[in-house]
């Protein structure tokens, strides 16, 4: 049986949490009094409010308040939002008229209950709370940081008519006004004083410890701060300009390990990677580590988190080293067996890895190498090894080559698809050392495809270069190259055919370099075989007969491309622009999706509008049914070929923008209408892949094209 009204108010002092929570739903459904909804909220703090039952009885309680939103019920509905009940028709409208209750006269202004977003569905109950809750710290003289521009300044003035606030920099670099809504939702309000001053980073005299910078932004913010938070503007006030990336992480680590330490604590003992890697790096014993601490470290790995260990590869890398010397290998496979597949740089299949879950190996210390190199062999087959060597960077594969097996690193090489430049170096420096079979690696299609990999991650770009550089300039490797390749001047050419990483005349330089090496190759260019090779280069260099003067196109292009321009300014950039004010009310710009779609939007929009007016500028429309000809092929003509097979093929060369290669329409501006136009019939044409064509007819476009192209 359920309790009435007033058996609950007589119950207040001596069994308030023994009352059922549907109970207390019924009661403040009909009864005002702060004391009964201060209890309902803290009792949903300990529930999901967005449990069907739950959230059905707020419901029944919203509609029955009506447009009665005031007091207590203000604050409790303005509590709903802050834990992040779901967004309703009944909810939001609840909302509004408790804001607009709670808000002070001075602030209770279009402007600025317009900045709170309450009428705009993108914006959720939970976002609108945290907009009220700065809305009401917000006032002049307070000192801000901005997260999205990492800029710290002082609210001199807020324009509710306008909706903008007015922010003197700290730096000195003059004012600047920001949109009210953007400086509800992105900024962090700390309270006016010299104290505050010193987290901006700006007095470089200041020195003090990350838990004591943490301890004054959490004293001096107007709203509660997450450490995370905190830890983010210390790093963009103080990186790059009072200290490096790296010094910052450890300075703030060992703030960290400080603050939540108290005291000594063991290494086994840490609740972080970044204490973890503290306490070992603190930790200078070379002492056999005790059962305790090795099941300290199992444990630790055991419940870390991917994520985690992504984010923390290095010091996590690190970490394990200096484990290493300090337990057998039995212990130590029990402390790292739980990283398998967990640790980025420990996958469980080599298939499709991508080069980053690497990185670890070409930002750790080289002294480190040997250890984690001791840890893989430990965790994973031979096999797996070998394979998994060539994807690392040139610096560590002198360490972790030497606990592979030289055979079937040799395979593994041998079976790649592509070596890495990294491995075809590394043979090459330590070939005095290598099997003959495994220096044969070092060949001509090895290097040509390792060179054209592109968009390589950072740490194995110095590799490229430098392969790159031993191609080009070292005589040594190019004569290796051509013993490789047995002199065999057919696998050298076609090697080289393939090359996409050539400069404008680098490839016939190598040929020279080359020749000086091998007869057969310095017979093979002075007989003219070595024209084929650069038939690519040439036809890449080759000008044939261009027209000269304005663009040339179709009516129907040109005003699909006004059309286009049209539409670009008319329709499709006030649609942005709206796209923008709406993703801007959308808070935090760093996780704001739709900001940065709008953003790219905008700025291909702007390029695209750019490129259209200038070749508008530069377009000259002609009706191709006038063209008269004069025994060329020029635009608006029909050209008639036939190929070195003896087949006919036809071409209509039209304007620069009416190409359509499925008809045969061919733009003057492509390679094939530039080695088409100017040739007369009889003309024999080399033709952009290689081959050769006779012109055989030259005639007027078919009445049909024509007239298409000319309509609008």
Avoid at 68 to 73: E, L, M, T, Y
Wanted: glycine share 6%; aromatic share 8%; with cysteine.
């Amino acid at each position: 049986m359920q309790l009435n009204i007033l058996t609950i108010k007589q119950h207040w002092f001596w069994d308030m949490e023994e009352i059922k929570l549907e109970d207390l739903f019924v009661t403040v459904a009909e009864d005002n009094s702060a004391t009964l909804l201060e209890t309902l909220v803290k009792k949903l703090e300990k529930e999901n409010i967005n449990e069907a039952e739950i959230s059905g009885n707020i419901q029944f309680m919203l509609e029955s308040w009506g447009d009665d939103v005031s007091g207590a019920r203000a604050a409790c509905c303005l509590a709903l939002a802050e834990m992040g009940y779901a967004d309703t028709p009944i909810f939001r409208k609840a909302l509004g008229d408790a804001i607009k209750n709670l808000l002070p006269p001075f602030l209770n202004k279009t402007g600025f209950v317009r900045a709170l977003g309450l009428r705009e569905n993108s914006i959720t109950p939970q976002a609108i709370a945290h907009r009220y809750q700065n809305m009401i710290k917000l006032k002049n003289g307070i000192i801000v940081f901005l997260p999205n521009s990492s800029r710290w300044g002082t609210v001199t003035n807020i324009d509710g008519f306008s909706g903008s606030v007015a922010i003197t920099a700290l730096s000195g670099g003059g004012s600047y006004a920001m949109p009210l809504p953007i400086v509800l939702s992105e900024v962090k309000m700390f309270a006016a004083g010299a104290d505050t001053l010193k987290l901006s980073g700006f007095d470089r005299r200041n020195n003090f410890s990350a838990s004591d910078y943490r301890d004054l932004a959490a004293k001096k913010s107007l709203n509660p701060l997450k450490d995370e938070e905190i830890k983010i503007i210390a790093h963009n006030s103080l990186v790059p300009g009072v200290m490096a990336g790296n010094d910052f992480e450890l300075w703030w680590s060992r703030g960290v390990a400080a603050a939540a330490t108290g005291g000594k604590r063991r290494a086994s003992g840490g609740r972080s990677i970044q204490e973890m890697h503290i306490l070992l790096s603190e930790d200078s014993s070379t002492e056999l580590l005790e059962e305790s601490d090795i099941v300290g470290f199992a444990s630790f790995y055991t419940k870390l988190k991917a994520e985690a260990a992504q984010r923390e590869s290095v010091m996590l890398a690190e970490s394990i080293s200096v484990i290493v010397p300090r337990v057998s290998e039995d212990e130590l496979r029990r402390i790292v067996e739980p990283l398998k597949g967990k640790a980025p740089f420990w996958p469980l299949t080599l298939n499709n890895l991508s080069l980053e879950s690497l990185n670890m190996w070409g930002e750790i210390p080289v002294r480190h190498m040997e250890n984690l190199s001791r840890a893989t062999k430990l965790l994973f087959p031979a096999e797996y090894l070998a394979q998994y060597a060539l994807r690392l960077p040139l610096r560590c594969l002198n360490v972790f080559c030497a606990i592979t097996d030289d055979h079937l690193l040799t395979e593994a090489v041998k079976r790649t698809r592509i070596c890495s430049c990294d491995i075809l170096l590394w043979i090459w420096k330590n070939r005095k050392t290598h099997s003959d079979e495994l220096n044969q690696e070092v060949n001509f299609m090895n290097t040509v495809q390792a060179l054209s990999v592109e968009d390589l991650p950072k740490n194995w770009t110095s590799s490229q270069r430098e392969l790159r550089r031993h191609l080009l300039d070292k005589p040594e490797f190019q004569k290796i190259l051509i013993e490789n390749a047995c002199n065999d001047v057919g696998v050298i050419t076609s090697a080289l055919q393939k090359a996409c990483f050539f400069m404008p005349g680098e490839q016939q330089s190598l040929l020279v370099k080359l020749a000086r090496h091998s007869k057969e190759i310095r017979e093979h260019l002075e007989n003219g075989a070595g024209h084929q090779l650069l038939a690519a280069e040439k036809r890449e260099t080759h000008q044939p007969v261009q027209y000269s003067g304005p663009t040339i196109t179709s009516i129907r292009s040109h005003r699909q491309m006004l059309k286009e321009l049209h539409d670009i300014i008319n329709v499709h950039m006030p649609e942005n622009r709206e796209s923008l004010k709406t993703a801007r009310a959308h808070g935090d710009f760093r996780e704001n999706a739709e900001f940065d779609a709008a953003k790219e939007r905008r700025n291909f929009l702007s390029r695209r509008r750019s490129e259209i007016e200038r070749d508008i500028l530069n377009t000259q429309p002609v009706d191709f049914r006038a063209v008269s000809l004069d025994g060329s092929a020029i635009i608006g003509s029909t050209v008639k070929i036939q190929n070195e097979s003896g087949s006919d093929e036809v071409f209509y060369l039209v304007g620069a923008w009416d190409g359509n290669p499925e008809k045969n329409w061919i733009s003057y501006k492509t390679r094939l209408g530039e080695a088409l136009i100017g040739k007369t019939a009889g003309e024999k044409v080399l033709l952009p892949n290689g081959s050769s064509c006779v012109i055989k007819e030259i005639s007027a476009l078919p009445e049909d094209i024509a007239k298409y192209l000319a309509e609008g």
